[in-house]
């Protein structure tokens, strides 16, 4: 197993244009989660996948927003007409999330991140 | 919402040393804490979790400690090399809805030679 992947790793763009990053998570890993971290700071939440279900959002993801999990597989991060705000690196980490009498199990794997540059 | 500190912010130490990073948490009811290294424009590699039901756990030089009931992990860093060099995260993950650790800001190390 190759870890989580993530693919670009930098992106330069202009602002107003919209933008994709996918990530490959670890095989059979059921949760995705995307995070993202500007610099000095630590990762914030922004969604999470079980499987094919998005199952929450933070209130960070504007509506410029939008994230898929099609297939409970890859998931991608579209960020549309993008703003300078926007500049930061956006992580992504799987999980093998079980819930077994009442402990639970999911130790987090980031991938190596997708550097946003908005100019 | 659970918050997040960890003290101190930065650190910058001889090699050889023994460290202790802080880290404490608003909201005691967790299921699980984690530690991270973050390298300088990399993502983060998970170095512990401890359940909440364990105190410490360790690996190799490092030992993780956890009080849940006062909100506070100890990451300890024996005879530290210039490797170490890192920014180190904590993360736990607050039960009561859905899992999502939540992060602090993390101690930024230095281990000069």
């Known amino acids: 197993d190759t870890g989580v992947s993530q693919d670009p790793r930098h992106k330069i763009t202009k602002r107003g244009q919209n933008v994709t990053f996918r990530c490959d998570p670890i095989?059979?890993?059921?949760?995705l989660y995307w995070y993202r971290q500007t610099l000095g700071q630590g990762p914030e939440f922004l969604t999470y996948?079980?499987?094919?279900?998005?199952?929450?959002k933070s209130r960070l993801l504007s509506d410029r927003f939008s994230a898929e999990r099609p297939k409970g597989s890859f998931s991608t991060l579209e960020i549309q007409r993008t703003e300078q705000g926007d500049s930061a690196m956006y992580l992504c980490?799987?999980?093998?999330?079980?819930?077994?009498?009442?402990?639970?199990?999911?130790?987090?794997?980031f991938g190596e991140g997708s550097r946003l540059t908005v100019l | 919402k659970q918050e997040v500190t960890q003290i101190p912010a930065a650190l910058s130490v001889p090699e050889g040393e023994n460290l202790v990073l802080n880290c404490s948490f608003t909201?005691?009811?967790?299921?699980?804490l984690q530690w991270f290294r973050q390298d300088p424009g990399k993502g983060l590699t998970s170095l512990l979790l401890?359940?909440?039901?364990?105190r410490e756990q360790t690996s190799g030089r490092l030992n993780a400690s956890l009080d849940k009931s006062s909100g506070r992990s100890t990451l300890y860093i024996a005879a530290s090399q210039p490797g170490d060099s890192a920014t180190y995260l904590c993360?736990?993950?607050?039960?009561?809805?859905?899992?999502?650790?939540?992060f602090g800001r993390g101690t930024s190390l230095i281990v000069h030679p």
């Open positions: 909201d005691s009811a967790i299921y699980n």
């Open positions: 980490a799987s999980s093998s999330y079980m819930q077994t009498s009442g402990v639970i199990t999911g130790e987090l794997f």
């Open positions: 095989s059979e890993h059921n949760r």
């Open positions: 401890i359940q909440s039901s364990q």
């Open positions: 996948f079980q499987n094919e279900a998005q199952l929450e």
């Open positions: 993360a736990p993950a607050p039960t009561g809805g859905s899992y999502i650790p939540t």
